[in-house]
């Protein structure tokens, strides 16, 4: 069953409320992370909560008390007799509260969600997936906001399989909705650099993993332009870890299905997991 905790206590996800004068249901004043678990295995819990600092601190949010606490509760959570059996994913939200002095949150509020981690079909994994593109930056990109309108709004009348939108500023690929983009082409790994995208975890990780396997790693952003003489992409998240790239838009990317350094690259990264548990 999926749980939270909140104010204390642990309770069935359905019974949680926040109250409604808080920022986050006022205003979107709201950051969150989502780890992913391994069964019981917590992945990169402390960089995950690295992350979740940045961005509250980032929102002006006076969150350490919160940061400090949380380690404690996601494991106890995770363990929690009534958490689900399989692999989780635990996200911890931080909120605005009901104070805002002059952009400064002093009183932020928090709750965590424990459920079962929706993790990719097979399907999408065999087949990939599309993406549909966004002309636009998003907003704060280096906070992992609790406000994904952009994405969902560009997502009205997508194709089956496009997944979700890809943000596209000035002719350079940032990232997608959800995930760290990444293009293969003439045997080098092209990804934005941080600061014009958030700090993916996954991103972080696979990036160490690359250059450990002599992978040429190139922190740039992959250009539109350069999509169609790409020979693979692909997205990479927490919960998803990673998913090739078939289409953006109406370009096909290299022959259209999954390739073999996405295929590559997703073995190294299950091989490698316990490093980060
Ligand atoms: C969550 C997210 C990612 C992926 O980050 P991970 O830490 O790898 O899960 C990338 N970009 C955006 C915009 C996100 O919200």
């Known amino acids: 069953m999926s749980i939270c905790f909140y104010r204390g206590t642990f309770m ?10 808080d920022l986050a249901i006022q205003r979107g004043v709201g950051v969150f992370d989502s780890i992913r678990t391994y069964g019981k295995n917590i992945f990169a819990l402390k960089e995950h909560i690295e992350r979740l600092s940045e961005s509250a601190k980032r929102c002006g949010m006076e969150a350490e008390k919160i940061i400090n606490e949380l380690p404690d509760i996601i494991k106890k959570g995770v363990n929690h007799d009534s958490a689900p059996d399989g692999d989780m994913v635990v996200k911890a939200y931080i909120t605005g509260g009901c104070i805002n002095d002059h952009g400064h949150f002093p009183e932020p509020d928090f709750f965590v969600i424990f459920e079962e981690a929706h993790v990719l079909t097979s399907e999408e994994l065999r087949n990939g997936v599309a993406l549909k593109p966004i002309y636009k930056e998003r907003p704060f990109p280096e906070t992992k906001s609790t406000n994904y309108l952009a994405g969902y709004m560009t997502m009205r009348g997508a194709k089956p399989n496009e997944f979700e939108a890809l943000y596209i500023v ?3 690929i940032t990232e997608s909705s959800t995930s760290s983009f990444f293009l293969c082409k003439d045997g080098k790994i092209i990804t934005a650099p941080v600061g014009k995208v958030l700090r993916g975890i996954t991103r972080e990780i696979l990036i160490t993993l690359l250059k450990e396997n002599n992978f040429v790693v190139e922190e740039r952003c992959p250009l539109e332009s350069e999509l169609s003489s790409a020979d693979e992409a692909f997205i990479s998240g927490s919960v998803k870890e ?10 096909t990317i290299g022959n259209g299905h999954p390739g073999p350094v996405s295929q590559h690259i997703h073995k190294l990264f299950l091989s490698n997991l316990d490093r980060w548990m």
Do not use: A, M, S, Y
């Open 12 to 21: 069935p996800l359905e019974e949680c409320r926040i109250p409604v004068t």
């Open 242 to 251: 990673i998913l090739p790239i078939i289409k953006v838009g109406d370009q």
């Open 170 to 172: 000035n002719g350079e």
